[in-house]
């Protein structure tokens, strides 16, 4: 059913495309067969493989399961559980866009959305006949108090639950070796939670959400074992939108006369990524305060960051002030983060400080950054007229 309120709603305000809701109903179908399927114990249901929702970077993969969750809430599913990846900031990120989605039905007081973590201990039968959006961390502790929640509201053979595992490349892949054997595996931790708390639901159906789905495919399909699959048996792919820009635009396209990518992508040299990957220094190597003395390290960072600069000089220009950001990431190590953050504070400090040691140099990589941006801007301007 595509005609009910909950997503009716989402349709009306958020304005999907005709491709975005072929995908979410398309989704859903796939989840309601194969809840049907678990309930009424179908012979030939082929074991609640999971439904992966597949979408390049920052195409709208939220967008696109936050539809599939408003259906499935009009198709008979009642809770939903969204893992993330074990990250507070994220799981506060998800918590204010699951309640910014679902405004309208939580001020029509039918839609609660929860932090596994925060939820009260005892919810009231009234609290509990809502329609629930439960947030939780890919975490031992988070995964056990939904566990704890199943148990508690014993709403197993009561209610239709979706499980979404967003991010579901990252600390979800289910198997690995066992050490000194070629054919034996183990659940990893992570997935032996999420395992228990699918196994403890009837009517439940598990969506992996990713823009890397490789490792998910490769992984062993056992016949016979009493887990649940994690192997995706449909993919549905997240259109990405007419004016959407990913990883094709910035790397395909580098070498295409025709397209504006060429202009943007630049390879940086092993020696330099070592540097800023680096989670201790060797000053041996590289010494941050000498940034603008040597010219002939870390010259890819410095481009990019005086084209930031200058880029955004280049759009205050009618003397109207906007926010830019400008994104440096190198490596998942936090040491490595601190390595390349303090880099960029030297170097800007550097900049405003304008020493007379500096200067020539300074004005050398403005220089260049202005024609080559100049040079951007009039190909730009020609294309469009050609």
Request: aromatic share 10%; glycine share 6%.
């Amino acid at each position: 059913m595509i005609s009910g309120e909950y997503y009716q709603t989402k349709c009306r305000e958020t304005g999907y495309s005709d491709e975005l809701k072929q995908c979410i109903e398309n989704a859903c179908e796939y989840c309601i067969d194969n809840m049907q399927a678990t309930v009424s114990g179908n012979p030939y249901y082929k074991g609640e493989h999971p439904l992966m929702l597949l979408g390049e970077i920052q195409s709208g993969k939220t967008r696109a399961f936050t539809g599939l969750m408003a259906l499935a809430f009009d198709n008979g599913f009642d809770y939903i559980f969204i893992l993330t990846k074990n990250n507070k900031a994220l799981v506060e990120q998800t918590y204010k866009r699951m309640r910014k989605e679902f405004k309208t039905f939580i001020d029509q007081d039918k839609v609660d959305v929860n932090d596994i973590m925060k939820l009260q201990d005892e919810l009231t039968p009234y609290e509990l006949d809502k329609k629930l959006i439960i947030i939780a961390k890919k975490q031992k502790d988070n995964l056990h108090r939904i566990s704890s929640f199943i148990r508690y509201t014993m709403i197993n053979g009561e209610k239709n639950c979706l499980i979404i595992d967003d991010e579901a490349d990252t600390a979800s892949i289910g198997y690995e070796k066992i050490k000194d054997s070629m054919e034996d595996f183990n659940l990893r931790t992570v997935a032996t939670e999420v395992d228990k708390i699918r196994g403890s639901l009837d009517g439940c159906m598990f969506v992996q959400v990713t823009a890397t789905p490789y490792a998910l495919y490769l992984q062993p399909d056992f016949e016979g074992m009493e887990i649940k699959p994690i192997k995706p048996l449909k993919t549905v792919l997240v259109p990405s939108g007419e004016k959407y820009i990913g990883g094709e635009y910035y790397f395909l396209k580098s070498n295409d006369e025709n397209s504006q990518g060429r202009f943007i992508f630049e390879e940086v040299s092993d020696e330099e990524q070592e540097i800023v990957s680096a989670k201790i220094t060797d000053r041996r190597r590289f010494k941050e305060e000498e940034i603008l003395i040597r010219e002939d390290r870390m010259s890819t960072f410095k481009r990019g960051i005086i084209n930031f600069i200058m880029g955004g000089c280049i759009l205050n220009r009618n003397g109207k002030k906007q926010k830019y950001a400008y994104v440096i990431h190198t490596a998942v190590a936090q040491q490595a983060h601190d390595r390349i953050a303090n880099i960029t504070k030297t170097l800007i400090y550097q900049l405003k400080e304008k020493a007379e040691e500096h200067i020539v140099y300074i004005e050398k990589l403005l220089q260049e950054s202005y024609f080559q941006l100049q040079d951007f801007i009039l190909r730009e301007k020609f294309m469009r007229v050609w």
